[in-house]
């Protein structure tokens, strides 16, 4: 049995920007989240290590299977210790330009659960939910880390005239 995640989300800035800054940052934005992967059980938080293969890049222009103004992220990963108790996920991230000042970052993949029909069942009970909610906190944790570079990495606003300069002019 495969199942399909689908995660969105969405943060302020500019689409031209991403592809530069991804250029310089892409292990501290993307590869680094997924150095343990986290999810919510109870009243507590529960990590595991997972070994994931991540990239490379393919972007809108170089493809034509995308749509424009879109990069394309294969993400890959398995428990890095009894990967046959865990989900394995093969999916991809897709930044993309979502209106003047948005940018839409979506996590699509799909896992089969591990141990047969016995992991079937708690996948329905459970598991699911327990993918779903460790994808979102990578999703957005890459979402925190994609805004603090695009921050950072802007370029500056045009300062207005100064008063002297306004003089001079014509």
């Not at 969405?10 to 986290?38: A, K």
């Not at 999810?39 to 994931?52: K, P, T, Y």
């Not at 991540?54 to 972007?59: K, N, S, T």
């Not at 079937?120 to 990578?138: E, K, M, N, P």
């Amino acid at each position: 049995m495969v199942r399909m995640v689908r995660l969105t989300e969405r943060i302020h800035g500019q689409y031209e920007q991403v592809p530069p800054v991804l250029r310089l940052e892409f292990d501290h934005v993307i590869r680094e989240p997924l150095d343990e992967l986290w999810v919510q059980v109870g009243g507590s938080s529960l990590g595991r290590r997972v070994h994931a293969e991540v990239g490379p890049i393919r972007m809108s222009k170089q493809t034509r299977d995308l749509p424009p103004r879109t990069l394309e992220i294969p993400v890959c990963w398995r428990a890095a210790e009894h990967p046959a108790l865990f989900p394995t996920m093969h999916g991809h991230l897709r930044i993309r330009g979502a209106g003047r000042d948005a940018i839409e970052l979506r996590l699509t993949g799909k896992y089969s659960p591990p141990l047969g029909a016995l992991g079937a069942i708690g996948d329905r009970f459970a598991g699911h939910q327990a993918v779903t909610a460790s994808l979102g906190t990578y999703l957005l944790e890459v979402a925190h880390r994609l805004d603090a570079k695009l921050a950072q990495h802007a370029p500056p606003a045009p300062s207005p005239p100064s008063r002297a300069q306004r003089e001079r002019s014509p």
